[in-house]
């Protein structure tokens, strides 16, 4: 009789995955925002983040500086890029020539999402162009599938976009369940939700998708609601309501220190209640600002790993931080 497999073998509780810890970046729009954004990074990169995701722009319109942001993150940092990427309004052949390039950079992540739709849509859409982010996932597989033997060291992870609350241009909440499923059944790895507001809505989400067939993680997508102003912003695009008790109290804050307080406090409560409810791991947006996340994370207590510190990467991060340095002394 075959001995019994070491994959059958039920691991030990002790032995359970750590819980994952991201952050969301954007490229930096000008030299003084560049330089913001890499004292940020240098904050982050010490809390030793599985990895870090980098937006694309509507249609690519950054794609310039998203492929330099991620080419020096993997240069000059320990950090793991997790690449965003759009497909509406592309061809198949221009993306995949966009995703052998980032392949050819190293990156081994990448957020296939449809993109929002531009708002001088043409009645015909050019030949070619891709719809939806089922058919980027697909289009990544072939992609890989053709450059196989070159990611023998690595294949490359897809997440996708989940929406606790219904999606603005979808017909209901069990819809998106759907797409969520079709998209797993199109090559997804994991999926990271769009920012939510009411603590019960990311475990409605997973007991939906469970039910329905979908196993991938569910990545509960976090951001310190400190700003009045961007929450609703927030809840103006991803058309949910935001808590009428948040909203009230960061409208009666006296001063910045009070909305942060206010604000960090109600993340970390959002947070919580999704990893009570089994989340595997926590993804924070940033907006490029490293403070509240920070904090945020430090009222969570999760435990992270500690890593090696990479020489190589080490001596390039060092001499990039002289150079900046060289920069506002000569400016």
Not at 38 to 53: A, F, H, M, Q, R
Not at 228 to 253: N, W
Not at 258 to 283: F, K, N, W
Request: overall charge neutral; aromatic content about 4%; charged content about 20%.
């Amino acid at each position: 009789m075959s001995p019994p497999s070491l994959i059958q073998a039920s691991a030990p509780s002790s032995h359970s995955a750590p819980i994952a810890l991201s952050y969301e970046l954007f490229p930096p729009r000008n030299e003084a925002a560049s330089l913001s954004l890499w004292d940020t990074i240098g904050k982050l990169e010490s809390t030793n983040p599985d990895y870090v995701s980098v937006t694309y722009g509507a249609n690519g319109s950054n794609r310039d500086t998203a492929v330099d942001l991620l080419n020096r993150l993997l240069t000059e940092t320990s950090l793991l890029p997790l690449a965003h990427l759009t497909c509406v309004g592309n061809t198949g052949d221009e993306l995949a020539d966009i995703i052998s390039e980032l392949l050819d950079h190293g990156v081994r992540g990448i957020l296939a999402l449809r993109g929002d739709l531009p708002s001088d849509v043409p009645e015909q859409p050019r030949a070619g162009a891709l719809t939806y982010a089922q058919d980027l996932i697909e289009l990544i597989r072939r992609v890989e599938q053709r450059r196989s033997a070159l990611l023998c060291a690595g294949k490359v992870a897809i997440g996708v976009a989940a929406y606790p609350a219904r999606y603005p241009e979808s017909p209901s909440i069990e819809h998106d369940i759907e797409v969520l499923l079709a998209k797993q059944r199109s090559g997804a790895d994991f999926a990271i939700t769009q920012v939510f507001f009411h603590a019960d809505q990311y475990k409605d989400l997973v007991n939906r998708a469970r039910r329905a067939g979908v196993s991938i993680p569910i990545i509960p997508g976090v951001m310190p609601l400190t700003s009045l102003r961007r929450v609703q912003r927030l809840g103006d695009l991803t058309g949910v309501e935001p808590s009428a008790k948040l909203l009230d109290a960061l409208g009666r804050a006296e001063n910045a220190a009070e909305s942060r307080r206010i604000g960090v406090q109600e993340t970390v409560g959002l947070a919580r209640a999704a990893l009570d409810a089994g989340a595997p791991g926590i993804h924070l947006y940033t907006f490029n600002e490293h403070a509240a996340a920070l904090e945020v994370l430090d009222k969570l207590q999760l435990l992270r790993p500690g890593r090696p510190q990479i020489p190589a990467r080490a001596a390039r991060a060092s001499q990039s931080a002289r150079v900046a340095t060289d920069r506002l002394v000569t400016a």
